[in-house]
């Protein structure tokens, strides 16, 4: 298993979640027909699952596991604070409003955890 390609599999899949992400958000609030076709509710489940797949391999590949080390726990909460997000912006949000504001949250989260990916550490920000 060559860890150095699934970790680049891992990097591109973080990228084309967070764009589609992204993206998904700026149609929701443009109220675009766009949200309604069938490969914006497909792509980003396939590209997830890729990601999900290539950082359990990482895991095990590293033998480094949430729940042991604190970093990739952290990583592992801030992705399940980020799913929630996602989850009431796309779908349970009941209010725009509600749904904007969980789309920026989620957006928060996201970058909470590329900061932990980076360093390694869970409080990735230094005090000010």
């Avoid at 980003?44 to 480094?64: C, E, F, K, M, N």
């Avoid at 729940?67 to 349970?92: C, E, N, Q, S």
């Avoid at 509600?98 to 970058?111: E, P």
Wanted: one cysteine or more; charged letters at 10%.
């Amino acid at each position: 298993m060559n860890l150095l390609l699934v970790k680049n599999i891992h990097i591109a899949c973080v990228a084309s979640s967070y764009a589609l992400f992204f993206l998904r958000g700026v149609w929701l609030i443009q109220g675009s027909s766009i949200m309604r076709q069938r490969w914006v509710k497909i792509v980003p489940h396939v590209t997830d699952t890729l990601l999900l797949a290539s950082a359990i391999t990482l895991a095990i590949g590293t033998r480094q596991y949430p729940g042991v080390d604190a970093w990739l726990t952290a990583k592992v909460t801030g992705l399940l604070f980020y799913i929630g997000l996602g989850m009431m912006a796309f779908r349970f949000g009941k209010t725009m409003r509600a749904r904007i504001s969980a789309w920026v949250a989620a957006q928060m989260a996201f970058f909470y955890i590329v900061a932990v990916a980076l360093t390694h550490n869970p409080l990735p920000f230094p005090a000010l």
